[in-house]
Antibody, heavy 122, light 109 residues
Framework: EVQLLESGGGLVQPGGSLRLSCEAS????????MTWVRQAPGKGLGWVSG????????YYADSVKGRFTISRDNSKNTLYLQMNSLRAEDTAVYYC???????????????WGQGTLVTVSS | EIVMTQSPATLSVSPGERATLSCRAN??????LAWYQQKPGQAPRLLIY???TRATGIPARFSGSGSGTEFTLTISSLQSEDFAVYYC???????????FGGGTKVEIK
């Protein structure tokens, strides 16, 4: 069974940093591109960042470019999101998700974690 | 940036009736569009990709259509478990700059 388990969320002050993790199981993690998607309280979905299966290629939404860094450790089956210079508008539930096609690109996503809440507030 | 606009924002439908949800892009996507369902407190669930291909395990009452800039998700006969929020998402750009629509909430009439 495919499972994605996010962790690392919490309360952080504006300007602070946080690192999210997404532990994957039930599939060959190193074969799939992965992504982070966020959802502000009561709002819609917003794409944050994506990474290729090898980790060589990374992609970001303009709103987080230069502040967030996506990475992965295929030996640990884990996806990461390092978030720096956090702002109040980054407050959201952050989901990790798997691209549907092995060896494919960051496009659409068939398995999602349950999310981890990041709150940026003083 | 590709902007996705969904309509209506809320759709009130009786169980057993048909629901038609719209998604419009501000530039052509060919068929690079996905649909997701999200229930309260849950993660999104992939329904449709490639504008019209149902994902694994998705019931046949869900169908997607359209290409270019206009897309439709149709639920042929609403079941109680279908009341949720539905999002469209484009994946046309390279490098990826994915965007979602604002969502359509399907509620019980």
């Amino acid at each position: 069974e495919v499972q994605l388990l996010e962790s690392g969320g919490g309360l952080v002050q504006p300007g602070g940093s946080l690192r999210l993790s997404c532990e994957a199981s039930g599939f060959t993690f190193s074969s799939y591109a992965m992504t982070w998607v966020r959802q502000a309280p009561g709002k819609g979905l917003g794409w944050v960042s994506g990474i290729s299966d090898t980790g060589i290629s990374t992609y970001y939404a303009d709103s987080v470019k230069g502040r967030f860094t996506i990475s992965r450790d295929n030996s640990k089956n884990t996806l990461y999101l390092q978030m720096n210079s956090l702002r109040a508008e980054d407050t959201a539930v952050y989901y990790c998700a798997r691209a549907r096609t092995p060896r494919g690109v960051v496009n659409y996503f068939d398995y999602w974690g349950q999310g981890t809440l990041v709150t940026v507030s003083s | 940036e590709i902007v996705m606009t969904q309509s209506p924002a809320t759709l009130s439908v009786s169980p057993g009736e048909r629901a038609t949800l719209s998604c419009r892009a501000n530039q052509s996507l060919t068929s690079t569009l996905a649909w997701y369902q999200q229930k309260p407190g849950q993660a999104p669930r992939l329904l449709i990709y490639g504008a019209s291909t149902r994902a694994t395990g998705i019931p046949a009452r869900f169908s997607g259509s359209g290409s270019g800039t206009e897309f439709t998700l149709t639920i042929s006969s609403l079941q109680s478990e279908d009341f949720a929020v539905y999002y469209c998402q484009q994946y046309n750009n390279w490098p990826p700059a994915l965007t979602f629509g604002g969502g359509t909430k399907v509620e019980i009439k």
